[in-house]
T-cell receptor, first 113, second 112 residues
Framework: EPEVTQTPSHQVTQMGQEVILRCVPISNHLYFYWYRQILGQKVEFLVSFYNNEISEKSEIFDDQFSVERPDGSNFTLKIRSTKLEDSAMYFC???????????FGDGTRLSIL | QKEVEQNSGPLSVPEGAIASLNCTYSDRGSQSFFWYRQYSGKSPELIMFIYSNGDKEDGRFTAQLNKASQYVSLLIRDSQPSDSATYLCAAEARTSYDKVIFGPGTSLSVIP
């Protein structure tokens, strides 16, 4: 069964550094998402992406965050200047169309030191 | 603020029993509802999704939706120790069809 893949599985970064999290969505999916989950808290929506542009973003997704789909397969989340509070699991998700469920990747654990 | 609420648990059931997980949502515009299972340190795994009022069954799992009451539930029959996990209820609004809002999750423990 096709799946969403994320790399790396764990990223350790110094505060203030830039980090790029990578995702390869399922190939025939059209809608892409990033979520995060701080340890012990609920899954929070960050941003959705469709037709090569952001369709919605949350309050968390401030100017430090950006997303890109640089080619036909990858979907990236960049955090420009990381803060301690950015430490979390980041999940990429994709879905084929509206009214279809989102499928999640295994996540990237981001640790900011 | 659109919210999805769940009892955090933990909910403990003996092996072989029925586990009943409940969820309410605040946005009447929500159209699609999902149940995900999440093991500790892992990503959410889709268990069921439901769009229409009533019951939807898949193996040992039954999802129930009542839009008038803004209530979604998940029944797990013949619970197994491997079902022990956190169950996340999620709702997707028609007006904001992109975004899925997750509840905080209910921790289920199936006791052998």
């Amino acid at each position: 069964e096709p799946e969403v893949t994320q790399t790396p599985s764990h990223q350790v970064t110094q505060m203030g550094q830039e980090v790029i999290l990578r995702c390869v969505p399922i190939s025939n999916h059209l809608y892409f998402y990033w979520y995060r989950q701080i340890l012990g808290q609920k899954v929070e929506f960050l941003v959705s992406f469709y037709n090569n542009e952001i369709s919605e973003k949350s309050e968390i997704f401030d100017d430090q965050f950006s997303v890109e789909r640089p080619d036909g397969s990858n979907f990236t989340l960049k955090i420009r200047s990381t803060k301690l509070e950015d430490s979390a699991m980041y999940f990429c998700a994709s879905r084929q169309g509206t009214n279809q469920p989102q499928h999640f990747g295994d996540g990237t654990r981001l640790s900011i030191l | 603020q659109k919210e999805v609420e769940q009892n955090s648990g933990p909910l403990s059931v003996p092996e072989g029993a029925i586990a009943s997980l409940n969820c309410t949502y605040s946005d009447r515009g929500s159209q699609s509802f999902f149940w995900y299972r999440q093991y500790s340190g892992k990503s959410p795994e889709l268990i069921m999704f439901i769009y229409s009022n009533g019951d939807k069954e898949d193996g040992r799992f039954t999802a129930q939706l009542n839009k008038a009451s803004q209530y979604v539930s998940l029944l797990i029959r013949d619970s197994q120790p491997s079902d022990s996990a956190t169950y996340l209820c999620a709702a997707e609004a028609r007006t904001s069809y992109d975004k899925v809002i997750f509840g905080p999750g209910t921790s289920l423990s199936v006791i052998p």
